[in-house]
């Protein structure tokens, strides 16, 4: 059975978390692989939605093992809070497995957060404050609390009074704070290690074991490639590998282990947060992008940017990630439209840029060069079959895959489950 992963193509918040629970009915085991809570999956099951910041969007079928692997960066109260309010809504989590490797985002994190985000000013990256990157850049700097370490006293009381005499300095001496008591932290925080106890195991080898046994394993990124730390908009970009190859580093699994890349994109494009955005749009087809695909953030409630879809955005993430095929999520909202652009170079200053950049200075002066083509006027949200679909919808579509270079196998056209329409086989 295939190891597949599902990656975000653009900025975020591309759909991955309807794409998820759609592809999670066939599959066996589902694994978060990085990010933490600044993540939002938005799934809509028989008109109820689900927010989901750190649980696998496959906890919503009770008969799938999930698993949040060592890459993920945990805050235990979101996470608790999150299993908490799925079991209230009668989900069972008997099957939800926790890296016991997995970092875990304290209180200094998210002060540390907010206070570095102030004193960036103009620069400032639009973080979602919730403590994920200090948390990573603890990992990374080897100060860092794990999920294993919150189960024992004197390893947390230990490691804990280490890294605070360095966090304390910080907050007291450069931002004025008033720093950070050990004892009141290891309180909270072993009551959250015991209640994660019970589901905390050795998650690399159990995704060993499904993969050995030919289990069918989803691998589920959070955010998108242009925001991967390394093949991002750097600066402006989260602190992990969103990436397909982050599933191998953040799940503990070979490379030889994967099967296929799905890739998730909008049929336009949304970008939260600062940075820079070549086909964003201000005036009142951006509004109306913004208000009928509800693009306000599900981690944050910010109201996203939003733009034309960008096709060397999209090509360069399907080199990236190796994508073999991608799902189209909100061709929906496309639905009014007379006519629909599509970026397909970048003119900067006299030079007209065909392939996608991370340079930074040029993405800021790159004005769009598009091709436009006629929009379709009449709702496609009740389409379940392909052929049923506008011809100027198909046609969009095909122009599109011809732009990125690789098939587009699932369309997207409504939050439901069965607002899916297959184009091909993807697996």
Not at 153 to 166: P, S
Not at 362 to 376: C, D, F, N, R, S
Request: glycine share 10%.
């Amino acid at each position: 059975m295939p190891a597949i992963v599902l990656v975000g193509a653009q900025w975020g918040d591309e759909g991955k978390g309807k794409i998820t629970d759609m592809l999670a009915e066939g599959v066996d085991m589902i694994v978060r692989y990085q990010g933490g809570a600044n993540a939002g999956h938005t799934v809509v099951v028989d008109g109820e939605e689900y927010i989901l910041h750190l649980l696998p969007s496959g906890v919503l079928y009770p008969d799938k093992l999930c698993a949040i692997g060592d890459g993920v960066v945990i805050d235990p109260k979101t996470l608790i809070e999150e299993i908490e309010n799925i079991k209230k809504r009668g989900l069972p989590l008997e099957n939800l497995r926790i890296s016991g490797n997995a970092h875990v985002v304290m209180p200094y994190h998210k002060s540390l957060d907010a206070l570095e985000e102030g004193l960036k000013g103009k620069h400032k990256i639009g973080t979602t404050g919730r403590g994920i990157g200090p948390c990573y850049v603890d990992k990374m700097a080897r100060l860092g609390i794990r999920v294993r370490d919150i189960f024992d006293y004197e390893e947390f009381h230990g490691r804990l009074e280490h890294t605070l005499k360095y966090k304390n300095l910080i907050l007291r001496e450069i931002f004025k704070h008033d720093g950070y008591d050990a004892h009141t932290i290891l309180e909270e925080y072993l009551e959250y290690g015991k209640y994660l106890k019970p589901f905390v195991s050795d998650t690399s080898y159990i995704i060993h074991q499904a993969l050995r046994d030919e289990k069918f394993v989803l691998f589920e990124g959070a955010q998108g490639t242009l925001l991967d730390v390394s093949h991002g908009t750097y600066p402006y970009v989260t602190s992990s590998h969103p990436v397909a190859a982050g599933a191998c580093v953040g799940a503990g699994i070979g490379p030889t282990k994967i099967d296929r890349v799905l890739g998730i994109t909008k049929a336009y494009t949304t970008r939260v947060g600062e940075g820079p955005f070549p086909t964003e749009l201000d005036g009142e087809i951006g509004e109306h992008l913004r208000a009928k695909g509800g693009e306000f953030g599900a981690t944050t409630g910010r109201p996203r940017r939003t733009g034309w879809l960008d096709a060397l955005l999209l090509r360069y993430s399907v080199r990236i990630n190796g994508m073999n095929s991608l799902a189209m999520t909100k061709l929906d909202v496309l639905d009014e439209q007379k006519t629909i652009k599509v970026c397909v170079a970048y003119k900067v200053g006299d030079e007209t840029i065909t392939e996608f950049t991370t340079d930074f200075r040029k993405l800021v002066e790159a004005v769009p060069v598009y091709e436009e083509l006629p929009g379709w006027q009449t709702s496609t949200s009740h389409v379940k079959d392909y052929r049923d679909l506008p011809q100027e919808a198909k046609n969009y579509i095909k122009y599109v895959e011809s732009q990125i270079k690789a098939p587009i196998s699932i369309i997207s056209v409504g939050p439901g489950r069965s607002q899916t329409v297959i184009l091909r086989k993807f697996v």
